[in-house]
């Protein structure tokens, strides 16, 4: 009876030692700075994907849509994003299509009639749009001819210069 008595009186202790401890101002503060760095670091995460969002998005809409995700769900939502965010950086994306570009431009010069900018082949004697001559023919094979060519390179036949025939 007695003994029973003091084990009832040790479980209270323990439990109100418990309640005590949870409504204690200690418990409070812990609880306080817990809560105040969980939402310091949902902000963060959240921030990180707003920057991060504005260097891989331009359609504002979307960019909107995943800055929301990362706001909510807290944590959860920025790693939602970083599973589907776009691989690339709009500026890398940019300077590859730069790029492109510059190569397409590049070819397209060489391949191009220098008066009326029609694509022309590069064996073209004359520009079948604007007829300007692009080309001297070799006079025994009629291969097309380099400006600084001498000599054809297909049939060994020197190009005659227009002075040597001015003098003929
Ligand atoms: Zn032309
Ligand atoms: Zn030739």
């Given at each position: 009876m007695?003994?029973?008595?003091?084990?009832?009186d040790t479980n209270d202790d323990l439990f109100g030692g418990f309640k005590d401890f949870f409504h204690s101002g200690t418990w409070l503060a812990i609880r306080n700075v817990f809560l105040?760095?969980?939402v310091i670091f949902w902000a963060a995460s959240?921030?990180?994907v707003y920057k991060d969002a504005r260097r891989r998005i331009e359609d504002p809409w979307l960019l909107a849509m995943a800055v929301a995700?990362?706001?909510f769900p807290p944590f959860l939502g920025p790693l939602l994003y970083m599973f589907f965010r776009p691989p690339e950086y709009l500026e890398d994306v940019h300077?590859?299509?730069?790029?492109?570009?510059?190569?397409?431009?590049?070819?397209?010069?060489a391949d191009r009639c220098p008066v009326c900018r029609a694509v022309v082949d590069s064996t073209f004697l004359a520009c079948p749009v604007c007829t300007?001559?692009?080309?001297?023919?070799?006079?025994?094979?009629?291969?097309?001819l380099e400006p600084l060519w001498q000599i054809c390179p297909y049939c060994e036949?020197?190009?005659?210069?227009?002075?040597a025939v001015g003098n003929l």
């Amino acid at each position: 009876m007695h003994l029973a008595q003091t084990t009832t009186d040790t479980n209270d202790d323990l439990f109100g030692g418990f309640k005590d401890f949870f409504h204690s101002g200690t418990w409070l503060a812990i609880r306080n700075v817990f809560l105040f760095f969980l939402v310091i670091f949902w902000a963060a995460s959240a921030y990180w994907v707003y920057k991060d969002a504005r260097r891989r998005i331009e359609d504002p809409w979307l960019l909107a849509m995943a800055v929301a995700l990362g706001i909510f769900p807290p944590f959860l939502g920025p790693l939602l994003y970083m599973f589907f965010r776009p691989p690339e950086y709009l500026e890398d994306v940019h300077e590859r299509e730069l790029e492109i570009k510059a190569i397409e431009e590049s070819l397209g010069t060489a391949d191009r009639c220098p008066v009326c900018r029609a694509v022309v082949d590069s064996t073209f004697l004359a520009c079948p749009v604007c007829t300007t001559k692009l080309k001297e023919a070799c006079r025994r094979c009629k291969a097309p001819l380099e400006p600084l060519w001498q000599i054809c390179p297909y049939c060994e036949t020197p190009v005659e210069s227009p002075r040597a025939v001015g003098n003929l």
